[in-house]
């Protein structure tokens, strides 16, 4: 199983171009090494902590379809399910979602859908949705926090910098849980997404693996455009950062992921030297480091 995270949300672009929805809906269920996923619109320095990405490793990605952040790894289950793309599906998840949740109840873990289509048991989130449409497909795809490093997800989305504005779309934060505490102890993460799968099947469904074509287009195809600088960070809106250096308050204007511009007084050489460059940790950790949102 590939856990690259570029690969896998590559690999549902592809499927979304190339599946014929129109008689079955298809289900591809994978997992994915640390990283944060942003929605389509939004802005990486509102959603996230840049520097504790950079420091443990997480991946930062950007998904195609809408909807707020969230946090994989080798402990989080990602459903993405396609469908013909239908109006009266569209911001509706119950299609793609009944199954996962009459699954669940297999487990006597009782799930539902609230009011921001996220699946919760109680008040604890333990999944969220998003939803991309094309012509002919729909892709409702979740996330199914199974044993995720919760102290991971907190961290990650909790933004440098508390004074951005954008005009992006920003996630709502919720408390989480996992749903392996609910689970018979002896329950591996293998063997609920084996048990998954095939009541995915039970329902009619298919069950998506990749063979050595469908590889080769994503690799070649999608994954070049997914895990490129311009669509992960360029694509976040123009951005005021209000922070502290030295105790001292300036404004950084942020066009396509760089520095466009800092207002303040006696602006440090570390700060000047940046204008023009990707305001990433990459090549700007010191920065970084210094800054104070």
């Known amino acids: 199983m590939n856990t690259y995270p570029f690969f896998n949300l590559a690999a549902e672009a592809y499927f979304l171009s190339q599946l014929d929805c129109e008689i079955k809906d298809y289900v591809f269920v994978y997992v994915n090494q640390p990283a944060v996923v942003i929605g389509r619109n939004q802005n990486i320095y509102e959603e996230l902590n840049l520097l504790y990405c950079h420091e443990h490793q997480i991946d930062i990605c950007r998904r195609i379809s809408g909807g707020g952040t969230v946090y994989h790894d080798l402990g989080n289950i990602n459903i993405a399910w396609f469908s013909k793309s239908d109006l009266s599906k569209v911001n509706s998840y119950t ?11 297999g487990y006597n873990i009782i799930a539902h859908l609230n009011e921001r289509n996220s699946l919760m048991i109680g008040d ?16 409702s795809h979740c996330t199914l926090l199974f044993d995720s490093n919760l102290t991971h997800l907190e961290k990650s989305i909790a933004p440098n910098f508390q004074q951005v504005t954008s005009h992006a779309g920003k ?6 849980m996992n749903i392996k505490d609910l689970l018979p102890s002896n329950t591996s993460l293998q063997n609920f997404m084996e048990a998954m799968q095939d009541f995915f099947r039970s329902r009619d469904v298919e069950v998506l693996e990749l063979n050595d074509h469908a590889i080769d287009e994503i690799q070649n195809i999608h994954l070049p455009k997914l895990n490129h600088f311009d669509w992960v960070y360029a694509r976040s809106p123009k951005s005021v950062i209000d922070c502290m250096l030295d105790k001292k308050a300036y404004k950084l204007f942020i066009e ?13 050489s570390i700060l000047s030297n940046a204008i023009g460059e990707k305001f990433i ?8 480091d210094k800054l104070q949102g």
């Open 95 to 105: 299609h793609a979602m009944q199954p996962l949740i009459d699954f669940l109840k």
């Open 124 to 139: 604890k989130k333990i999944g969220g949705n998003a939803q991309f449409s094309s012509k002919k497909n729909l892709l």
């Open 171 to 176: 996630s709502v934060r919720s408390s989480v």
């Open 256 to 268: 396509q992921a760089r520095l466009n511009t800092v207002e303040g007084i006696d602006i440090p």
């Open 281 to 288: 940790v990459e090549g700007q950790k010191d920065l970084f």
